[in-house]
């Protein structure tokens, strides 16, 4: 149940995938309000550092999340897509992996290179210190220009991504979204469909 | 404010000097009372520097305030019934960082729109040593007013004029600046040099 099989996946993966979805959409949320919307100064303070140690788990649990995807195996795509869907699928995967990396390093790097000089104090817990960057305005602004760029490529990913689940879902009525709400489905799917099997129902259990 | 009044620290400084020679420039500074009495302007020669240490260590926030001004009146027979008021204009405000300038004008910390000044007015001054005293007044800062006590140490006198080191550690949160604890320490460190030019 924890671990994936080729017909689905377990829920080490699947919680994982919702963690860090909710906590990426939390964070776009964050960083256009505390970016662009004229709030309370000292509210739009606290929002940066909110931002911050939400990046930083973010950070850390994409990276688990890239390890896992490099050691676990991976479901099969369901049958009757083509090869260039299924390549678009692998490849928007990867992308969306490695911009969960890429966002929140682009962020740590602004805050390393920011002349602000605000120490990163994970949830009022303990300090992450600064990447070692020379700080500097063009830096800052650089990186500012990163991570903000990498993190609306991440937003439209995303968008690309939820879109293919529901295609899935609605229009090809195959288990590609229902697979990653719960690691029983399949299974529950494949017994299904083998008591009415009779080829299959009359196998021995692995 | 902070002068030598009584007769004896001639004396005790003198065998103190012997044992401490970095006090000998204070001591040698201190003038007598009657010779330092008198109605003082605060120039603008004058700065007020204070400090907000960070957590983790690290500069913090310092900076300086440019504009200002006050006046102080030391009492001729009584240290202690010298007084001091100061005006500061907390939109002067400088970091060396324009966005530190900026939030410490907003609503977030000194509120300038709304309170252009934060002053202080003594109510009680006692000296603590040949060349310190310790003044204690009201703080007024975004509509707050509470007592706050300030240390203070001759510099340098002349007939003319007189500059003291004051410092005091203010706490940021009853004045509802509390805005970046504990990432920034509460405290406000000052650390001033006052010069005052006799009127």
Redesign the interface.
């Known amino acids: 149940m924890l671990r994936n099989d080729r017909a689905g996946f377990g829920w080490v993966t699947i919680v994982l995938h919702w963690t860090i979805a909710v906590i990426i959409l939390a964070l776009l949320a964050l960083g256009f309000i505390m970016r662009r919307v004229p709030i309370d100064p000292a509210l739009q303070f606290s929002l940066y550092q909110w931002h911050k140690s939400l990046g930083f788990t973010a950070l850390g649990l994409a990276a688990i999340r890239a390890l896992w995807h490099v050691i676990e195996l991976r479901p099969q795509p369901p049958a009757g897509l083509s090869p260039l869907e299924q390549r678009a699928g692998s490849v928007t995967h990867i992308v969306l992996i490695g911009l969960a990396l890429a966002v929140p390093l682009a962020g740590w790097a602004v805050a390393s290179t920011s002349t602000l000089n605000i120490p990163s104090f994970y949830f009022n817990w303990f300090i992450i210190p600064h990447l070692p960057m020379a700080k500097s305005a063009p830096a800052e602004d650089f990186w500012t220009l990163v991570h903000m760029t990498l993190a609306y490529l991440l937003l439209a990913f995303v968008a690309f991504h939820a879109l293919a689940a529901l295609y899935h879902h609605f229009a090809r009525r195959d288990d590609v979204l229902v697979r990653m709400l719960s690691a029983g489905s399949h299974r529950r799917k494949r017994s299904q469909a083998a008591s009415a099997d009779p080829v299959i129902a009359g196998r021995k259990k692995p | 404010m902070t002068l030598r009044l009584q007769p004896p620290p001639r004396a005790i400084a003198l065998a103190f000097l012997a044992v401490m020679p970095g006090a000998s420039l204070t001591f040698a500074a201190a003038p007598d009372l009657a010779d330092a009495a008198g109605n003082y302007g605060i120039t603008s020669a004058s700065r007020i520097h204070f400090t907000v240490a960070?957590?983790?260590g690290?500069?913090g926030i310092a900076g300086d305030f440019g504009k200002f001004s006050g006046s102080f009146r030391i009492d001729r027979n009584d240290v202690g019934r010298s007084t001091v008021e100061f005006t500061l204009y907390p939109a002067s405000v400088k970091t060396g960082?324009k966005?530190?300038e900026d939030?410490l004008k907003?609503?977030?910390v000194f509120d300038t729109a709304n309170y252009s000044t934060v002053t202080f007015r003594s109510t009680n001054v006692k000296q603590t040593g040949p060349d310190t005293a310790a003044v204690e007044g009201t703080l007024t800062a975004r509509g707050t007013s509470r007592k706050e006590r300030f240390s203070v140490t001759l510099l340098d006198w002349n007939r003319g004029s007189i500059a003291f080191n004051i410092r005091g550690n203010i706490h940021r949160s009853p004045y509802g600046m509390d805005?970046?604890t504990?990432?920034y320490s509460n405290v406000v460190e000052f650390d001033m040099n006052i010069k005052g030019q006799r009127r």
Do not use: N
């Open positions: 960070q957590t983790g690290g500069g960082e966005r530190v939030f907003s609503s977030a805005v970046g504990p990432i």
